[in-house]
């Protein structure tokens, strides 16, 4: 059963804490039943390692709803409930500044570590905050009006504020430095890994996605939030030209939510001529994405802007060719194992898709890259990494 903090006529009631070597306590938030996405899958790849990596310690994972208990990794890890759901500005901010300070308080962390972006300016305990991109400087216009002037006031204090900064790649780094003139050596680059569950499978499972997906016809893949920062409308764009241009059977499956702003998407998609060869999924469990991915004649990543841009180096685990954009972080994940165009040229697009498509071999090769370039991202690698920088932020301000 979780344990709930509650805050009633200035009473607080908690359970007693134990003696680790040391206690960190954790934001989980994004840790969702059948919800997991970008920051959800990086938070629970690195702290399932970390809590088992470490039993010596003791970790304390703040949840703002009923969790799962597939969430709790280990006999150290003891949940909490907070109240209020953070899912709002206004939320944001009590949760963060109310809540989240008492509980550290009463908990005696060595050290917060906060894996959203998101971190509490009303307490002086030592913390180390990931922050995963900073796309709302990028494209303010994609952002709710109450969300950016959130994200524009309370982003450069918590960067200023915490001992720590990771983030997810060497680009994301520099433009944080860019923007805010945070100290280069207050950031560490942790990069992200792979799941296990992306891996080749065999043609007869091929085959078998293939008849339940897009009526045994090969095709093109998209996964991610359907939002117009991840370039859908020009994927789609660009797949109606490929048809027409080439007559090849290809279908074009998208998967992932709708994200707000959605609108230029969904007219493109309602004005394509080959609209019938397009399948918008929704969002995809893990046994369906993996086998999507692996069957893909090709992944197709046209995203404006990346933090990192996960989806990649899952396709190169897939061992599928992968076309990506030529911005932000998407070529230091991708080296040259990917066909990088100019994600806003549908030419250069719809050049790419012919290319790998109707050039023998060209795939192939690329795939061949990808088992070289994958190598230099692990989740094992990443978690012991993010390990060293909170104890060391611990001892920094004698904590431990």
Request: glycine share 4%; with cysteine; charged share 25%.
């Amino acid at each position: 059963m979780p344990i709930t903090y509650r805050f009633l006529k200035n009473t607080y009631f908690a359970t007693q804490e134990s003696k680790n070597d040391m206690k960190i306590v954790v934001n989980t938030r994004f840790l969702l039943k059948d919800g997991l996405e970008g920051v959800g899958w990086v938070t629970y790849e690195l702290l399932q390692r970390i809590v088992k990596n470490h039993p010596e310690d003791e970790f304390v994972f703040l949840f703002d709803r009923a969790y799962d208990p597939s969430f709790i990794f280990g006999p150290n890890v003891r949940p909490l409930v907070l109240f209020p759901q953070a899912r709002h500005p206004f939320l944001w901010y009590w949760w963060f500044e109310f809540v989240v300070p008492k509980v550290l308080k009463k908990e005696k962390a060595d050290v917060f570590f906060s894996l959203d972006g998101y971190t509490s300016l009303s307490t002086s305990f030592p913390t180390v905050m990931m922050i995963h991109d900073i796309a709302h400087q990028h494209f303010p216009e994609q952002v709710p009006l109450i969300s950016k002037y959130y994200y524009h006031h309370f982003v450069p204090k918590f960067l200023n504020r915490v001992e720590q900064i990771l983030t997810v790649s060497n680009f994301t780094k520099q433009d944080i430095i860019r923007r805010y003139q945070i100290p280069e050596k207050k950031i560490d680059v942790v990069y992200n890994g792979c799941r296990e569950i992306f891996r080749p499978i065999s043609l007869e499972e091929q085959q078998a996605t293939k008849l339940e997906y897009s009526e045994g016809a090969p095709y093109f893949f998209y996964v991610g939030a359907v939002h117009p920062r991840k370039n859908i409308h020009r994927l789609i764009q660009a797949f109606d030209r490929f048809k027409k241009e080439t007559g090849l059977p290809h279908k074009l499956l998208i998967g992932g939510r709708f994200a707000w702003k959605t609108g230029v998407i969904k007219s493109t998609y309602e004005k394509a001529t080959y609209r019938e060869d397009i399948e918008l999924l929704g969002y995809l469990k893990e046994e369906a994405l993996y086998r999507l991915l692996a069957t893909s004649a090709c992944f197709v990543y046209l995203s404006i802007f990346e933090g990192f841009g996960l989806p990649v180096l899952e396709a190169f685990h897939a061992e599928v060719p992968v076309i990506t954009a030529n911005k932000s972080s998407l070529p230091e994940v991708a080296g040259d194992a990917a066909l990088l165009v100019e994600p806003e040229d549908i030419d250069s697009i719809v050049a790419a898709m012919k290319k790998i498509i109707e050039e023998e071999g060209f795939g192939e090769d690329l795939v061949a890259k990808a088992k070289i370039q994958r190598r230099k991202f692990s989740w094992d690698e990443s978690a012991e990494q993010v390990y060293e920088v909170l104890k060391e932020v611990a001892q920094r301000n004698g904590k431990v």
